[in-house]
């Protein structure tokens, strides 16, 4: 279909969603034709003659749309039309009194005059049997039903018995004309009500120039038909319906038709050729295709904040076509990392020959998930296509950007790339900290988001750009566009460190950031390091990203402990760097910053109670252990080592200093004395047991006070093991002697 002429048809009239169309210019599935062709059966049968016309598909085929065509082809034919849905009905006395009135109203607006007394006898019952009907069951039989509630087929009946002189009369009253009774949504009704109808439709109703014509799903109401006869519902069906009719079925192209004028009518901001290309991953039903359509149309504000390439279109509409089909699974299959990254593994390398396709981890995960959920072999086959092909089209080579795009309004992005350049285009014209204020606050107000998340949210971006503009330089040809990206890169490092200090990321009492950015900030970085020609273009760029980390480490008011152990200054090979020596002594330099930092941290923690037991254990406390235990560590600097041996005199916190000194010597007892040493990459030579009077100043301290016997056996192991490995005489407290001869007498008793 022509755009143009789609976008002028479109705004020629305005429905509901769901609303069927009913003249020829909506028909976009080319079922026009054959509602005239059901016409012609209901106008061309001979006058005297009763016909039933059975329109048959399956739940969203688009059997109402028919109806509707016969309806307006009928009216233009000057012909009376009733549309009757026993769907609307719980009962059958509502349905049947509906019904008459129905026809009674339809006759008097045609002007075929209906005897008098019977009208009048027939409205005043129907109005007096709804005023005094209490509530019935809607799913009890007529006989069941409650005496003032008792309309149902006798008022029919009464109808019929008071006009049958007039109504076999009808084609002289009608003056050729036909009396076509459309119903719809029939496999919709209570099924208490569908024999009747049926029944009354064969047997009452039988009468001249009377078309009935039904839409519904056969298998739905022979089930219902099965039920009520006990016998085979499709026989009885047989005997009512005269015509059946079944929708032909629908083409590709009939379909692709129907979508594109949806998608152009609610989603003008998509471009049809991606629907066209997940289109055979869709159920070619018409109304699921609308309702697939109607998904999205939530999502053009949100959208509107992206430009047209940050988003993948194909795996959008892939993704969101797996959380419609399969939403009780969709998250477990997207969060779990054995299928995407098999996956991924797979679109890089290839699949083995020798691999059996069944054997693949991504579609045992698949095939287990499946079973958990008892989806058929079917629904499982179906998953398993949607995934490959997402694979197979994505970029990004992450499954984080699939969760992102099926939770675009409910879970929207922070920042887009969009924001992000509308930011930085403004900011390149004044770089000062209340410039950036006054380009984000428009976005901090407008957002659901705090100013710290969407904070966050801009340095990841930031970080991201400056990556993308080195990667850009490093590939252009030295010149003007080198120079030009390598300002894009410090632009970036400036946006960077505005929200680092300026707006307190690291610093200040409550930081936002934390070492998954220091991180980011880092391997950026050093990813680049050994970038250096030309002078002119890198060093100042190597320069700001050095005093950028620096500046990081020195003013950070976050867990200092969780950067240092990123760095890993202790680890001889360094992993993941072009230019291992420069990345080395980057992170040399930095670690040094922040051991400074966390020395001083430890000097201050030895009058906390208790403070060395809470990181004994070495998971989660390496660096502590690095910093404690190593000679060369700055804690064991010549300041901060006087600054220590001070402190074990410290008279205020004596037993605390102490205690903590006592813990202090099981922490090097478990590290370099034990079989299962703590202790990994600290040697007995590049210890603190190289510094004999640091140890026996720790030994005085922790054993100023006498000590629980029960203890003694295993201080006494620990200073031999000092004097015979380390050659430290530490001396024995004025209490040892004595505890020492108590401990041998309990032994001998």
């Known amino acids: 279909m022509n755009k143009n002429k789609t976008e002028k048809y479109i705004s020629s009239f305005k429905k509901g969603y769901d609303t069927a169309p009913s003249t020829k210019e909506e028909d976009l599935l080319n079922r026009w034709n054959f509602a005239r062709e059901v016409y012609t059966i209901a106008s061309r049968t001979p006058l005297d003659w009763s016909v039933r016309i059975g329109i048959y598909g399956t739940w969203g085929e688009g059997k109402t749309a028919i109806l509707k065509f016969v309806k307006t082809i009928a009216l233009e034919d000057n012909q009376i039309v009733i549309w009757f849905n026993p769907w609307e009905y719980t009962t059958p006395d509502e349905m049947w009194e509906s019904f008459v009135q129905l026809i009674l109203t339809n006759l008097k607006k045609a002007g075929i005059n209906i005897k008098r007394p019977s009208r009048l006898y027939l409205i005043i019952t129907i109005w007096l049997k709804k005023i005094l009907r209490k509530p019935v069951d809607a799913f009890s039989s007529l006989a069941q039903l409650d005496p003032y509630a008792s309309a149902g087929l006798p008022i029919l009946k009464k109808f019929l018995s008071f006009n049958k002189k007039s109504l076999r009369k009808l084609q002289s009253f009608t003056s050729g004309k036909r009396i076509i009774v459309l119903i719809d949504d029939l496999d919709r009704a209570n099924p208490v009500l569908v024999p009747q109808l049926l029944f009354a439709i064969k047997e009452l109703l039988d009468l001249p120039s009377m078309v009935f014509v039904l839409a519904f799903d056969p298998v739905v109401i022979n089930k219902v038909l099965y039920s009520n006869r006990n016998d085979e519902g499709q026989d009885y069906l047989d005997k009512i319906i005269d015509f059946p009719k079944w929708l032909p079925k629908l083409t590709d192209k009939d379909l692709l038709k129907l979508l594109q004028t949806e998608s152009y009518k609610y989603l003008p901001f998509l471009d049809f050729d991606y629907i066209q290309q997940v289109f055979h991953h869709l159920d070619k039903n018409p109304r699921k295709l609308k309702q697939w359509i109607r998904i999205f149309v939530g999502f053009e504000d949100e959208i509107k904040r992206y430009n047209k390439e940050e988003i993948n279109w194909a795996v959008f509409l892939l993704v969101n076509i797996v959380k419609i089909k399969f939403p009780q699974i969709f998250v477990q299959i997207f969060s779990d990392d054995t299928i995407w990254k098999d996956l991924f593994t ?52 992450t499954s984080e950007s699939f969760l992102s795009y099926a939770h675009l309004t409910e879970r929207p992005a922070v920042i887009t790339w969009k924001e992000f350049n509308e930011v930085l285009v403004n900011y390149e014209d004044n770089t000062s900290i209340d410039a950036l204020n006054t380009l984000l606050n428009p976005l901090i107000k407008n957002s659901d988001y705090t100013e710290t998340e969407i904070l966050s949210g801009f340095i990841i971006k930031a970080i991201e750009y400056w990556n993308w503009a080195l990667g850009q330089a490093s590939n252009s040809v030295p010149g003007d566009k080198t120079k030009s990206h390598a300002t894009d890169a410090v632009l970036s490092l400036k946006l960077i460190e505005n929200i680092c200090f300026d707006k307190n990321g690291f610093s200040g009492a409550t930081p936002f950031l934390d070492v998954t950015h220091f991180t980011l900030i880092y391997k950026t970085a050093t990813k680049w390091i050994d970038f250096t020609t030309p002078a002119e273009v890198y060093i100042p760029i190597r320069e700001k990203e050095k005093q950028v980390l620096v500046k990081i480490c020195k003013e950070t008011s976050f867990n200092l402990n969780e950067i240092l152990f990123f760095l890993k200054p202790w680890n001889v090979f360094r992993n993941g760097v072009y230019n291992q020596e420069a990345e080395k002594e980057l992170a040399g330099e ?160």
């Not at 083995?352 to 287990?368: D, F, N, V, W």
């Not at 054993?703 to 003694?712: A, G, K, L, T």
């Open 346 to 397: 797979e679109r890089w390398l290839g699949r083995s020959q020798t691999s059996a396709k069944q054997e693949l981890p991504y579609l045992l995960k698949i095939k287990e998930i499946s079973t958990e959920n008892h989806l058929s072999k079917i629904e499982e086959n179906i998953l398993v296509a949607l995934i490959e092909e997402i694979v197979k089209l994505d970029k990004s080579y």
């Open 590 to 749: 930095l670690s040094i910053i922040l051991e400074k930092r966390i020395a001083l941290e430890i000097i201050y923690n030895f009058k906390v109670d208790n403070w060395i037991n809470s990181i004994f254990e070495q998971d989660g406390h390496f660096v502590e252990h690095y910093i404690l235990l190593r000679k060369t560590s700055h804690l064991w600097s010549p300041k901060l080592r006087q600054q220590f041996l001070e402190l074990l005199d410290n008279n205020e916190a004596q037993k605390i200093i102490s205690n903590n000194m006592y813990q202090l010597l099981s922490l090097i007892d478990a590290a370099f004395f034990s079989r299962e040493s703590l202790n990994g990459i600290i040697s007995l030579e590049n210890s603190i047991l190289s510094d004999k009077e640091l140890i026996i100043a720790i030994w005085k301290c922790a054993f100023i006070e006498e000590i629980n016997p029960r203890m003694f056996k295993e201080i006494e192991e620990l200073k031999n093991e000092l004097k015979s490995k380390c050659d430290i005489d530490v001396p024995s407290p004025l209490w040892w002697e004595r505890i020492k001869r108590l401990v041998e007498s309990i032994e001998r008793k």
